[in-house]
């Protein structure tokens, strides 16, 4: 084995402990390779993968670059630490990651029924999102199991976008409530086909008036559960004769829409427009409208409560309407007013959500405008809402999202937009 090689063969230390203790002996140019298993904790009772992490040492203590891959190719003696380096990212077809750099991140596209969910920081079993540098990218979990530092995150704050479709009812989202998993949404699109108007809007807490008519919330909770309980049976049998290949009859088809306008009485409408932010506290049914596309931050946990959807539910067999609403908030939530965070010289953040395990800032810079950007002291996602944002060359469009390492910090220039730059910044409380 050359000198600059030092192999570490796999066993249960993680790289980053491997990595601590080499980097006080290594010189400029070395290399550490770390073979290691990663648990894939997205996926049930599946075995662990095998992977190996790369990094080559700056000489002052710590890394000029590192990459993780399952294909390295053993090293070729005749090569330098640093030509190996970049030889093997080649071969395998990986990046070379710069510690505390902007990484961006690669979306997954997942299908609804509904339409189609983009998830840029998802991590579970129906897809990867990935942690991309120039034109190659690599699922986030591997590079988080090997990202050099002490404030490296388990998981990242989920980034997706909601993307509709225009159609009334097929593309309405399922009316669910969350336990554990908050939400805020920032609107970005309302599809005027479906909303001349550009009022687009989201099934969101109950309707006021309706509860007022009864006696007292029991009252208006059995009434509530009476017409779903209505409505899902007609929903199944026409559910099942669809799979059955057989068509329904228009009066079966008719009695659907009465029900449904019956059992949706119940729920309230709240109306949105672009740039318009809904957070979502817990235990508080909801349901995005078709044809409203929105950024979302929310907790990483895969979990809801579904109380009604107007099409046949794909992931489960049932509805959870009663265990639902025996949890659900009857009130109307508050709509905090925004936090001003900073204002003036063209610049104005504000804190649009700040739940318990992460915080939204959105951020707008006039033209001409400069920024301090900081990711705080763990990390922070970033995606970008209008105009263009260069980061270390790398430029994000309307749409586009990045990941901010612990502790990263730059000037954003004064000049050089055409437009007003607008983003959003989340930044988990650990």
């Known amino acids: 084995m050359s000198d600059y090689l030092t192999l570490h063969p796999a066993d249960s230390t993680p790289p980053r402990e491997v990595l601590l203790r080499w980097l006080p002996h290594a010189v400029a140019g070395d290399l550490l390779r770390v073979d290691f298993s990663l648990a894939q904790y997205w996926l049930e009772d599946s075995p662990a993968i095998d992977l190996v992490a790369l990094y080559l040492a700056d000489g002052e203590g710590g890394v000029a670059a590192y990459s993780v891959s399952n294909a390295f190719d053993q090293p070729a003696d005749e090569m330098s630490?640093?030509?190996?380096?970049?030889?093997?990212?080649?071969?395998?077809?990986?990046?070379?990651?710069?510690?505390?750099?902007?990484?961006?991140?690669?979306?997954?596209?997942?299908?609804?029924?509904?339409?189609?969910?983009?998830?840029?920081?998802?991590?579970?079993?129906?897809?990867?999102?990935?942690?991309?540098?120039?034109?190659?990218?690599?699922?986030?979990?591997?590079?988080?199991?090997?990202?050099?530092?002490?404030?490296?995150?388990?998981?990242?704050?989920?980034?997706?976008?909601?993307?509709?479709?225009?159609?009334?009812?097929?593309?309405?989202?399922?009316?669910?409530?969350?336990?554990e998993k908050r939400e805020v949404y920032v609107v970005t699109h309302v599809d005027t086909g479906a909303w001349p108007d550009g009022t687009g809007y989201i099934r969101y807490g109950f309707n006021q008036e309706l509860r007022a008519e009864y006696r007292d919330d029991e009252a208006f909770r059995t009434a509530y559960l009476t017409a779903v309980d209505a409505y899902e049976a007609v929903r199944r049998t026409i559910d099942s004769q669809q799979d059955a290949g057989e068509e329904s009859a228009e009066a079966l088809y008719q009695e659907e829409r009465e029900l449904r306008a019956a059992m949706n009485r119940f729920s309230a409408m709240r109306p949105l427009q672009v740039g318009d932010v809904v957070s979502v506290p817990l235990d508080t049914p909801h349901s995005l409208q078709h044809g409203v596309r929105t950024i979302e931050f929310q907790t990483p946990v895969y979990e809801r409560l579904i109380l009604s959807f107007a099409q046949k539910v794909l992931t489960q067999d049932h509805w959870d309407t009663r265990a639902a609403m025996a949890v659900a908030h009857l009130d109307t939530p508050q709509e905090p007013a925004f936090k001003v965070l900073e204002s003036g010289d063209g610049v104005l953040v504000e804190r649009i959500v700040d739940f318990e395990d992460f915080s939204v800032d959105r951020v707008r810079l006039d033209v001409g405008a400069g920024w301090h950007l900081s990711a705080g002291s763990d990390y922070a996602l970033g995606m970008m809402v209008s105009g263009e944002l260069v980061l270390e060359g790398q430029v994000f469009a309307p749409e586009q999202a990045f990941f901010l390492p612990a502790d990263y910090q730059c000037q954003l220039s004064e000049g050089g937009a055409e437009h007003p730059r607008v983003f959003l910044l989340a930044r988990p409380r650990i």
């Not at 999102?129 to 699922?139: H, T, V, Y």
């Open 81 to 179: 630490g640093e030509a190996q380096f970049r030889s093997w990212c080649d071969a395998a077809s990986t990046p070379m990651l710069v510690p505390d750099n902007v990484l961006g991140l690669s979306p997954h596209i997942e299908p609804k029924p509904w339409g189609r969910e983009v998830w840029f920081s998802g991590v579970e079993r129906r897809g990867l999102s990935q942690f991309r540098s120039g034109d190659l990218a690599l699922p986030i979990p591997w590079v988080l199991a090997a990202m050099p530092g002490s404030h490296v995150p388990e998981r990242l704050v989920l980034l997706k976008i909601l993307d509709p479709l225009a159609e009334e009812v097929r593309g309405d989202l399922y009316y669910e409530l969350h336990r």
